[in-house]
């Protein structure tokens, strides 16, 4: 199991994310406890100010990718905000492409083996 710090080490300083509760568009910042919400409210029942036809999740997909960060990365500071920086669901290795914890249900792709001749 990682650190917090090395969790931390393998996230960017900040990202989008989505608050659980709501539905809403917040901020998430590495290795702090708690989120940063928009002065702007984008709920679910609300116009978003981006694009109607998006939802909050989308957007923050969105809005994460032009700054590289993966749907993995944002999932891992989501869960790490809110359950500790050293929990495994703070550590972006954890999720797949898609930002799904890997589980049994959602195994890890095992890594072919390559023979050498």
Do not use: H
Not at 1 to 14: F, G, R, S, V
Not at 17 to 38: F, M, N
């Amino acid at each position: 199991m990682n650190t917090a710090k090395q969790n931390i080490e393998t996230l960017p300083e900040w990202c989008w994310a989505i608050l659980p509760i709501d539905k809403s568009l917040v901020r998430v910042k590495a290795g702090e406890s708690g989120y940063y919400p928009l002065n702007v409210a984008l709920t679910e029942d609300k116009k978003r100010v981006f694009d109607p036809d998006l939802t909050n999740d989308q957007i923050a997909d969105k809005l994460n990718a032009e700054r590289g960060i993966s749907k993995a990365q944002r999932k891992a500071m989501e869960w790490g905000s809110m359950f500790g920086w050293e929990t495994p669901l703070a550590n972006p290795d954890n999720y797949n492409k898609e930002g799904i914890p890997y589980s049994e249900k959602n195994p890890r792709p095992v890594a072919k083996k390559v023979s050498k001749r």
